[in-house]
């Protein structure tokens, strides 16, 4: 059975750059950027134009990632999209990378799968690409994790607990098979369905006829409740800690491997308070944590592959090292792996 490696990574992000101040000088946000920083660790994050997509960055992430394998286009056997905010309700966006791509037109009509897990979505991506892998299905499986948040937040001072945390963005891997001794050690994956309302953004109700309210029009009316995320932070926190923390020490386990053994942790980027405190009950020290909220903010399934990318070019993650990824995220759900690179 193949070993399942990333052979490539890339990201994208949009050039408009929005700092704490400008979502109270731009924005009318009543809050400060020492509030956000306190208690996020965010400086800035990144929106996208009126007319970009999720589609568009996760195509963009995408080309970078292939040219970094150093394959072609036609060798993609699966592309597997993860993102909390698809283009449209349906077709998922997999199937627009694809097209973007241009692979459909070179009769590449390679599968495409989208992931739902918000912010644990690309570690669920990582495990399924690395299945489909290690099963010798196929050679190359793209996995993109890409989300436009400020298209679907509400920003104003009513909706400043959310709005000050994500941004966009988009960043990819190619997982790919090799007989060499690396790759994909062990992942675990987990979800507590009990807390689905915690943090979540129902926009409609498919169990209502209709699912939406309609005015004497017929058009469909979304309030405020429904239209923009909710989040209870304090529960999110905590069972952020304690998930990302149980998930590394299970692969850990099973791999035999101890946390001091590990060279690089790559956290998914929801609050660098989460990230510190996890970092602190596991005794990492700090040139062992890379970490990059406070340029993007939270950009959801795009904060692990974005790391990946940003931390390969800036020289810190190495062939040969072990890697340790941890996520946890809204349904809830959340995942951790090991990797040597």
Known sequence: ?????????????????VTNDDLRDVYGIETSDEWIRKR????????????????????????????????????????????????????????????QLGMADTGNFVPCLDVRNQCSGFLYALGTAASMVQSGNTNHVLVIGSETHSHALDLS???????????????????????????????TLGADGRFAETLWQPMWDIRNFPFLPQDEDGNGIVAPEMMWASMDGRQVFRNAVEKMITSLMKVCWEEKVDTKD??????????????????????????????????????TAGTIPILMAEAEREGILKPGMKVGLAAFGSGFTWGAALLDW
């Open 1 to 17: 059975m193949p070993n399942a490696y990333i052979s490539g990574t890339g990201f994208f992000v949009p050039d408009n750059v």
């Open 40 to 99: 996020t660790g965010i400086a800035e994050r990144r929106f996208a134009p009126q007319g970009m997509g999720t589609a568009d960055m996760g195509a963009k992430a995408a080309e970078m990632a292939i040219e970094a394998a150093g394959i072609d286009k036609k060798d993609l056997g699966m592309i597997i999209l993860a993102t909390l905010s698809p283009d449209h309700v349906f077709p998922g966006s997999g199937v627009l990378v694809q097209r």
């Open 157 to 187: 001072s009513r909706g400043r607990t959310v709005a000050s945390l994500f941004g966009d963005g988009a960043g990819a891997v190619v997982v790919s098979a090799t007989e060499e001794d690396r790759g994909l050690r062990n992942y």
């Open 262 to 299: 590990i060279d690089l942790f790559l956290f998914h980027q929801a609050n660098l308070r989460i990230n510190e405190y996890v970092q602190k009950q596991l005794n990492i020290p700090d040139d062992k944590v890379f970490n990059n909220i406070m340029r993007y903010g939270n950009t």
